[in-house]
């Protein structure tokens, strides 16, 4: 499997965005990958402006893999780790986008630390796509009661080494924020994650995404803490808190 690395992407009603998404695949200085775009049940032109891209492009690179009906993102990222053929795995949200050196660097940097788990820095960027100057900065180490309290990895900018993390554990939890849940399972496990602290990654915010919804991302980080890790009143209030100010801070 060398250092390929399978891009997995969750698509649904995303025809606005998503060649947008793809050309930054395609525009990557590393070229040893495979996009893994699991079209979820979309209703829209999503799937019509795919393969329209996929004739135009004639990449053979991009899989197009269909899901029966709409079954959610952590369903959509499971799928496409199954039929996952690198030995990398990097995800990507269908309206992120990413610098054109992205997996170059942070392969380098996951075989400069003998990594199983990494992510890098990233960028708020309009609906538009346009950086808006606010850079989130991550930490060189992250284990698992760091990541409690800190939600700083970023779906899109995450990557694992499956000759040492078993796909099996990567398998996300059909629940609200699956991607915050994964991370916290494989630290759990006794993995490290690594942060590169680069801008390699541009974090579209539309106005009615879940994320942006604030008191929807409150319940569902409460939730994990005493649902997905069933943790006491107190130590859930605790790392709450310091989530709580975290998330402020990346914002502001």
């Known amino acids: 499997m060398d250092s390929k690395v399978s891009i997995i992407v969750p698509v649904y009603n995303v025809e606005k965005v998503i060649t947008g998404t793809m050309d930054s695949v395609r525009s990557q200085t590393c070229d040893n990958w495979e996009l893994l775009l699991v079209l979820d049940g979309c209703t829209d032109g999503t799937e019509h402006v795919i393969r329209q891209y996929c004739e135009r492009t004639q990449d053979i690179r991009i899989r197009v893999i269909l899901q029966p009906k709409n079954m959610g993102a952590a369903r959509a990222r499971n799928r496409g780790v199954a039929e996952a053929s690198g030995r990398y795995i990097a995800y990507l949200d269908s309206d992120d986008l990413w610098r054109q050196d992205k997996l170059e660097k942070q392969l380098d940097f996951m075989k400069e630390k003998d990594a199983a788990f990494s992510f890098t820095g990233y960028e708020f960027a309009d609906e538009n796509g346009k950086g808006l100057g606010k850079i989130v900065r991550v930490p060189a180490v992250m284990e698992y009661k760091d990541a409690l309290k800190n939600t700083t990895i970023f779906t899109t900018t995450v990557m694992f080494d499956t000759e040492k993390i078993d796909k099996k554990l990567l398998e996300m939890p ?79």
């Open 174 to 252: 059909d629940i609200k924020s699956e991607d915050t849940a994964l991370w916290w399972k494989v630290l759990r496990n006794g993995y490290r994650a690594y942060g590169l602290d680069e801008n390699l990654a541009l974090y579209r915010r539309a106005g009615n995404t879940l994320s942006s919804n604030k008191l929807e991302a409150i319940r569902r980080i409460w939730n994990l803490y005493r649902k997905s890790e069933k943790l006491s009143l107190v130590k859930s209030a605790c790392y709450f808190c310091y989530w709580a100010v975290r998330a402020v801070k990346r914002r502001i």
